[in-house]
């Protein structure tokens, strides 16, 4: 009787620890299977941005790290006495604070519009603001040329370039805007009215300031979006040109490490800027917590 009954008792035993085993097996080859995976996925990204980061300190003058000719700033300094590169430059960031100026205001508008607006035309009109951004860039960039020059005399230049990337970029400032209105607590705007607060009032001291962040956010998605723009510049600026339509002429010619340093100082940027911005919202968070 007691073998009969030990005998399943022992299979169950014997199961059970294999199941954890089994699990385990598991798991140990989906870890590994995760770990190449994110391997092969950081070398994919980070590898082509190593290599075009070293060939700008080669000495060698095409971009090229397997023929090594020595360590040199030769590039960075050869960018800044380069005066069509300077140029390019220069307009590229004008063109970027002119796309900041305006498309921060009217995604901001459009969003307000679609989340305050109980309508059942919103659907309409989601669809009609977010259409800019699945409108491809060369189509964006000859409309628009072709609206300012023949409804207004206006020539192709950088005014129609900064008014091309408007068109789609203030499309995501919209819904990036969209998105933190989601999560705001529309009780506040109704207290502030009881209390006798005007439209604008409430709008300057609760909304604006719960916008702030996204609001720094939308500027430098947009700062980035123009400055890296090729499609649209290019069709719509007219013997004009910026930073990213001068490279790309010149690519026709070869490359030059010229470009490598060019992005080797874009990188550098971007990481300080992300750096910067990251510890600022660390340290609002921190006084945040201190004042609670």
Known sequence: MS??????????????????????????????????????????????????????????????????????????AAIFEDARMMTGLFNSLLIACGVIAIAIPLGLAGALLLTRLE??????????????????????????????????????????????????IASYCLLMFMARLARQDRSLDEAAADLGATPFFTFRRVTLPFLAPTIGMASVLAFLQSIENFPTTFFAIGPDYTLVTEIASRMRFGLSPMINAIGVIFIVVTVIAALVWASGRVRAERQNRADA
């Open 119 to 168: 309508s059942r035309a919103n659907g309409i009109l989601y669809t009609i603001l977010v259409a800019p951004i699945m409108i491809p860039g060369i189509v964006l960039g000859v409309t628009t040329m072709m609206f300012w020059r023949d409804a207004f005399g206006v020539d192709a230049g950088l005014f129609t370039a900064m008014m091309a990337q408007t068109a789609f």
């Open 3 to 76: 073998t009969t009954i030990g005998r399943p008792a022992a299979m169950d035993r014997s199961a059970a620890s294999s199941v954890p085993a089994e699990r385990g097996y598991g798991r140990g080859i989906g870890d590994t299977l995760l770990r190449v995976y994110l391997g092969l996925f950081f070398f994919v990204l980070f590898a082509p941005i190593a290599i075009m980061v070293a060939a700008a300190f080669n000495a060698y003058p095409s971009p090229s790290i397997t023929i090594w000719q020595g360590f040199t700033l030769k590039w960075f």
